[in-house]
């Protein structure tokens, strides 16, 4: 396992089209993260799962984007009807539950989302 | 509501300067604190939580919760520190554990 692996690195769309993004966690990771990160900013929290469970999603994730963790391994991430404020870099993390509530992330390269 | 305030973007020194990079956060409970990473053209990368309270490449982060900090030192600046630096907060929400991260620090050393 080489880590958390993101598809694509890049994607490059015109205004209304849809996308959809892929992330494989670590393979005994149980919990999976995306994360919105534009230029002069941290990652900012879009949504999260337990398995296969969507527990949590921000108010930053609008109706057009839909995660889907269907069982509970890889995710996908899809925006419909792109707008120019979508382009971002869409990060993926995935973590392990444990005790104490330690919640160390490990994350992926990253997905370059531009849109024109 | 959580929060991560990391003040500079921007931070210049000299190698063999001390660093320290700063951050404060705002929760209500207890909070786990970390600090992340990211080299030129490299994923985003754990350096140290205060959980463990080890030291990682000479990096240290004192969790001072009457200040409510977590800044990041390191007592010798190496070019190879130029990076970087996200602090970030794990705590419950809405009965969840949820990460913040701050808006992050570059850290450039000059050689």
């Known amino acids: 396992d080489t880590g958390v692996s993101q598809d694509p690195r890049h994607k490059i769309t015109k205004r209304g089209q849809n996308v959809t993004f892929r992330c494989d966690p670590i393979s005994e990771h149980n919990r999976l993260y995306w994360y919105r990160q534009t230029l002069g900013q941290g990652p900012e929290f879009l949504t999260y799962?337990?398995?296969?469970?969507?527990?949590?999603k921000s108010r930053l994730l609008s109706d057009r984007f839909s995660a889907e963790r269907p069982k509970g391994s890889f995710s996908t991430l899809e925006i419909q009807r792109t707008e120019q404020g979508d382009s971002a870099m869409y990060l993926c993390?995935?973590?392990?539950?444990?005790?104490?509530?330690?919640?160390?992330?490990?994350f992926g390269p990253g997905t370059r989302l531009t849109v024109l | 509501a959580q929060r991560v305030t990391q003040p500079e973007k921007l931070l210049s020194v000299f190698k063999g300067a001390p660093v320290e990079l700063k951050c404060n956060y705002s929760?209500?409970?207890?909070?786990?604190l970390f600090w992340y990473v990211q080299y030129s053209r490299q994923r985003l990368q754990l350096l140290l939580r205060?959980?463990s309270r080890e030291s990682i490449k000479g990096f240290t982060a004192d969790l001072n919760k009457g200040e409510t900090s977590f800044h990041l030192k390191k007592p010798f600046a190496q070019e190879e520190d130029s990076a970087m630096y996200y602090c970030a907060l794990s705590g419950l929400s809405g009965g969840y554990q949820k990460v913040t991260f701050g808006t992050g620090t570059k850290l450039q050393v000059i050689p």
């Open positions: 799962f337990q398995n296969e469970a969507q527990l949590e």
């Open positions: 205060h959980i």
């Open positions: 993390a995935s973590s392990t539950d444990r005790a104490l509530g330690t919640d160390t992330q490990y």
């Open positions: 929760y209500s409970g207890s909070p786990e």
